[in-house]
């Protein structure tokens, strides 16, 4: 069990925000209070995770909880008495919000390095092959949890990336 539920393990949900001040999710998100950017300086705290659209410390979703449905999936509480149990409610979740351009995702994947972070969750897809992500992924030491996409379509001949690259730490999810 202490394994299977995470056991304080910090996962990196990059996507549009989550909503750190959720009931299911407070106990659960990564402190943040010595946080550091993706260059590796101090911050002086951030707000559990980063946001790289607005550039600021505070990654509260601004028009999608995508990112919260996601972060609760993955870590909510268990044993609260309210909504939902997490499928690993002992990790800590820490959330990136971006915009999901490639500048964006691979300064939010060195950021979830630099703050230790060994698990990324990224649930979103794109069509091209981006080097430059590929080349993040490729350099980040943990597992990148990655979506294979939601329209249903074969991924060996309509390709879905990130899912779709070669790189040993990348699980697939369909």
Known sequence: WPTSEGNGTIVAVIDSGVAYNHPDLAANMWDGSCCKDENGTELNGCNHGYDFEDNDKTPLPSDSSHGTHIAGTIAAVKNNAK??????PNTKIMAIKTMFSTAE?????SFAENNGARVINASWVGSSND???KTAIDGFDGLFIAAAGNDGTNNDSSHKYPCD???ANIICVA
């Not at 909504?83 to 690993?88: K, L």
């Open 83 to 88: 909504g939902i149990i997490g499928v690993a």
């Open 105 to 109: 995702i691979v300064k939010s994947i």
């Open 131 to 133: 080097t430059a992500l």
């Open 165 to 167: 690259y070669d790189s």
